[in-house]
């Protein structure tokens, strides 16, 4: 994987899901400042001065609520013209200006939720009557000039075959298989998203029926360990490995870097502390050797999952 890093332009949302992510919505959580356009440009610069970035995805929060995010993309451009740049959104602010606007910009990819075929689970799950909306927005991702990740969230009772085909049918280039992480707002509903090892076993049965049928790839996109689910039963889908903390990192509103986007603990300011000092500092080399259990430290197999994902459970 090359480098690069996931950056969180912003900690608003126009959407209240009850499986977010961001650690910042956590309860007792400090939700960061938002750097203005110069200071989060300038951040972020520093990072892609380092040599071999490739790519950065543009996320939050919901991204699209900056007016200023192709500023962001035109300014990383100039000091990266090689890099890839993404945006990782809801879709509901997606608009065929917005989007034409984006790709203007220079934007190649971008990624959006399928998360359920039934517009009162949408609402329940996000806060928002917007299922149609959201649908339209991948609809309009597919037929834009950029490649587009339909991303579904692993869960109990999740629709997974049809919603792997309303992706397909959409015109989406890739599906990303999300397991369900208790952070954020997230951990506050783990009872009813978190899949237990039986479960999500199940979901990668059937999620590996369902891409021998498709002709786009399908990949877990969370790390899924195979001390604990075997990745030859699995021989149609693809399995990502974490690079937290090595190849990929994130930076939050604040400008922080951080080694993942799941985490709370930010290693420094990318505008007060140079990039290559916090990609060295203990905690970094303490996250990469721990893994996501005791034993990864010693797994003959470790390199397949990068010792899989530390915020899961």
């Known amino acids: 994987m090359s480098l690069g890093a996931v950056v969180e332009v912003t ?28 200071a989060l440009l300038e951040a972020c610069r520093r990072f892609s001065a380092r040599s071999g970035v490739a790519w950065m995805v543009f996320a939050g929060g919901e991204p699209l609520l900056r007016d200023d995010l192709e500023d962001l993309v035109c300014g990383l451009r100039a000091v990266a013209p090689h890099a890839r740049f993404g945006v990782a959104t809801n879709g509901l602010l997606l608009t065929d200006r917005r989007l034409a606007s984006l790709l203007a910009a220079g934007v190649t990819h971008l990624e959006l939720p399928l998360l359920t075929m039934d517009p009162v689970e949408f609402a329940q799950m996000t806060g928002v009557d917007g299922w149609r909306a959201a649908r339209a927005a991948l609809a309009r991702a597919a037929a834009a000039p950029a490649t587009l990740t339909a991303a579904i969230l692993l869960r109990p009772g999740v629709p997974l075959e ?53 002709g786009i790839p399908v990949e877990a996109a969370l790390p899924v360990e195979p001390c604990l689910h075997d990745h030859a039963r ?23 870097l951080k080694v993942c986007e799941l985490a709370d603990a930010v290693l420094g300011s990318l505008l007060e502390e140079d990039v290559g000092v916090l990609m060295g500092k203990a905690a970094v080399t303490s996250f990469r050797a721990r893994g996501r259990f005791e034993a990864c430290g010693a797994c003959l197999v470790k390199a397949v999952c990068g010792g899989g994902c530390r915020f899961s459970e």
């Not at 237990?196 to 059937?206: E, I, Q």
């Not at 990502?240 to 990192?249: F, H, I, L, Q, V």
């Open 234 to 256: 699995f021989p149609h889908l693809g399995f990502a490995s974490c690079r937290c903390g090595d190849a990929k990192w994130a930076i939050d509103p604040a400008g922080n």
């Open 11 to 38: 900690s608003r949302c126009n959407l209240a899901c009850t499986f977010c992510y961001n650690p910042w919505r956590c309860r007792g959580a400090v939700t960061p400042p938002t750097l203005g356009t110069d």
């Open 162 to 214: 049809a919603l792997a085909e309303l992706a397909f049918a959409l015109g989406a280039d890739r599906i990303a298989l999300n397991r369900f992480t208790p952070v954020g707002a997230g951990d506050a509903h783990r009872d009813r998203y978190l899949p237990d090892r039986a479960t999500l076993d199940d979901l990668l049965a059937r999620a590996d029926r369902v891409a021998a049928t498709l």
